[in-house]
């Protein structure tokens, strides 16, 4: 079974906080979200802290541990969480995440005693500055999307743009762990090779064609030991939660670069992480039912149970904002550049790409981040790239104020987007993964 | 200036040590070497301690650091080294692990006033387990023999074996840092997707085609902040030391999973490495001047410098040995499959790798690895994998006892050694790299 799927008391729609933003239908952290990130108060170099938000709160989870009474339970789950480890939490597994999930919830409820206790733990997000919200060790960086791979490979191989084993295989790379960054941080311009049409000998230069991609990332929560691999029926269960990732790429270099080994340098100078890590278990009533599209293969039995068919998928509709250094000049508000929805994009689930990503001994840990790859929808104005939206840079894109785009401009602020919705649940969000490219 | 040509009182081949066995001129580890282990009395479970080979023995730093009186900059220095942390040790940078090298090198050699508070410090190396010797942040794997690239061009892409791109970028790709394990642990064969010729439906099982690949490992010393690249004449002072690394690989599963992304599950089972970390201060002696052979085109200026061209190379001998399970019982040596020469195989020089891995941006830590890929020579019996030495599996070996191998035997146990001379140099090693294949 999948621990990830269940309902309980903290999913209940009639729950309401006494927190009062969180009780806005609008927010993005309800009392049924409580996504984790790590944070102090901006500028002070206090050490960092773990928190949780709550309308337009965190709840500073140190302070808020000290200020309340704990079972032994309860004390043992949370003592990583008080020193700002939210690797060591998350290597304790599903019962402990559960156990203070719902710990949370009850005392962040309106009516609940701790009120009284918890309120001054709070800090307003806007006072915060945020780290990475935990140590990745390795970042894996997938492929999932089927319209994503097929609009890349008609421009990358036009004679050969969907390779055979991609229906087959979650095809995926290593990527650059020490270059993430968390959102809010400047991304500079990467300088590099390219080779220029026409020429024989390669140029040496600023990114001409540098992109963001719409991706979301997966934490893995517990890991597995090396040589033993991590069942489809067990993959969810290793999973901690999700974020939002912006995979800077820098077309023109990747072009050039990225055979016969993949795509290096072209990547690996910055990946943008959203600071709030929202966890499997608040996704649980977004859960969807995972089909291959008619007259796709079914995937070979190592990538195959009746739960992932159930419910494998996480219904996650997906935003990417623009705003260039003109718009931010003029006041103007960031323009939306495409949408698109998770199962719309991904050909595999996350437990697949656990499975997949174990399956030859390779050993997960806590921490470690699977990219799902851009999550292009299936119609052109969901693409997750600008190399796909302006056609390979051959159609720019005309923005309200009248600039126009093809790749990204000095100045111009990439802003990712997440938010669940369905029937009978409260609505949540993933705050923003925001990042500006910088000369 | 590169620093590590230098060279200084630690490489007089005069030199000789109160330690009998480091005078043996068979020693891989001579009073000129001194590189550094991270390691602990086998079986005990005593923390991890960073450890200095001399001939057979291990000098055990915390001891020693305690038995003796330092100057405060000797002290600042070795405090990393006495907890344990190599990478802290590293980051510290090229001035201190020179001030620890030359007081190594006095302490130990022969009428030193230290040898009676010392002598007590020393482990016989057959005495201790090994971890990996720092904590490997981030693993870039390179591919800089440019006969081991078209050998293997020619079979993965017979109409197109050898890119445009590979005579001007130094090709590389992200490896994965959580499966590096240290020589002596044992490697299980992995499972996983392949395509049998004919095939249009993948098959799934235990990988068919188990190779190794003779690689050495970088060590980086001093990391780089996230923006700002390391100029070629800088990169050397950022290297701290070079290790032997075996980079198991997986052929079916490689074959059919690398495009476009480069290989994933193919390689990220287990990567080994040697525990001895041979510093590139102790490498001075066998600099070597770096040249492109004839009708090669020059490298990019960012990737081109004087220093790099009059001493960019290292003169390294690599050898593979192969012991099968049957020789093992039978009590015959292993047998060396081939041998190759750094400077034979390489087309780019570690200061390029360093200069070009950051060129874009990306930041290197203290601790990170950066592999040269297979390191073949020109000629058939110095290719560094049985891929190539078994023409892709068609033509077998055979051992001297009979038996035959295309690819690698569960029991196989694959041994790297590295050995390095130059006239008027006394002779060192790396110790061995050795990993053993299990069903």
């Known amino acids: 079974m999948n621990p990830h799927a269940q309902l309980d008391a903290t999913h209940d729609p009639a729950?309401?906080?006494?927190?009062a933003s969180a009780n806005d239908g609008a927010t993005d952290f309800p009392i049924q979200n409580l996504p984790y990130?790590?944070?102090?108060?901006?500028g002070t170099g206090e050490p960092w802290r773990i928190v949780v938000a709550?309308?337009?709160?965190?709840l500073d989870l140190a302070a808020a541990i000290r200020a309340a009474e704990h079972t032994e339970a309860q004390a043992a789950a949370l003592a990583p969480l008080a020193c700002g480890d939210l690797n060591a939490f998350m290597a304790r597994g599903p019962a402990d995440w559960q156990l203070v999930r719902a710990s949370l919830s009850r005392a962040l409820a309106a009516g609940s005693p701790a009120e009284a206790a918890l309120a001054p733990c709070l800090v307003a997000q806007s006072a915060l500055e945020f780290s990475l919200p935990?140590?990745?060790g390795d970042y894996t960086d997938f492929y999932t999307s089927l319209h994503h791979a097929t609009t890349i490979g008609r421009m990358f191989r036009p004679d050969n743009p969907m390779l055979p084993n991609y229906r087959w295989v979650p095809i995926g790379y290593h990527g650059r762990a020490s270059s993430l960054v968390v959102s809010g941080q400047d991304v500079r311009r990467p300088t590099g090779q390219t080779l220029p049409p026409g020429h024989?000998?390669?140029q040496f230069g600023p990114c001409k064609r540098l992109d963001y991609e719409l991706e979301l990332g997966l934490i893995v929560g517990t890991g597995n030991a090396q040589g033993e691999?991590?069942?489809?029926?067990?993959?969810?269960a290793h999973l901690f939660g999700v974020v939002l990732l912006n995979d800077w790429s820098a077309r023109d270099i990747q072009a050039w670069e990225y055979q016969p080994l993949g795509p290096?340098?072209?990547?690996?100078?910055?990946?943008?992480l959203s600071p709030w890590v929202v966890t499997m278990a608040a996704l649980a009533p977004f859960r969807a039912p995972f089909t291959r599209p008619e007259g796709e293969p079914q995937p070979l039995p190592y990538l195959d149970s009746t739960a992932n068919r159930a419910a494998g998928a996480i219904d996650i509709a997906l935003h990417v904002q623009l705003e260039t250094a003109a718009m931010a000049s003029?006041?103007?508000?960031?323009?939306?550049?495409?949408?698109?929805?998770?199962?719309d994009a991904g050909y595999w689930t996350a437990a697949q790409l656990v499975t997949h990503h174990t399956v030859g001994g390779c050993n997960l840990q806590p921490g470690d981040l699977l990219g799902t790859g851009t999550l292009s929808g299936p119609t052109p104005d969901q693409a997750g790239s600008l190399l796909e939206l302006s056609m390979g840079g051959k159609a720019p894109i005309t923005l309200p104020n009248g600039e126009q785009r093809t790749f990204l401009a000095d100045g111009d602020r990439v802003v990712l987007r997440g938010r669940c919705s369905a029937p009978g649940a409260v609505s949540l969000g993933f705050g923003e993964c925001s990042g500006r490219i910088v000369a």
Chains 1, 2 share one sequence.
Not at 229 to 236: C, E, F, K, L, M
């Open 15 to 19: 729950l309401r906080s006494w927190v």
């Open 37 to 42: 990130a790590r944070a102090r108060r901006a």
């Open 54 to 58: 709550i309308g337009d709160q965190a």
């Open 134 to 136: 935990c140590r990745v």
């Open 200 to 202: 024989e000998v390669p």
């Open 229 to 236: 691999p991590v069942s489809i029926g067990q993959a969810d």
């Open 264 to 272: 290096f340098l072209s990547k690996n100078f910055a990946s943008t």
């Open 330 to 343: 003029a006041g103007a508000p960031p323009v939306t550049l495409s949408s698109s929805r998770w199962p």
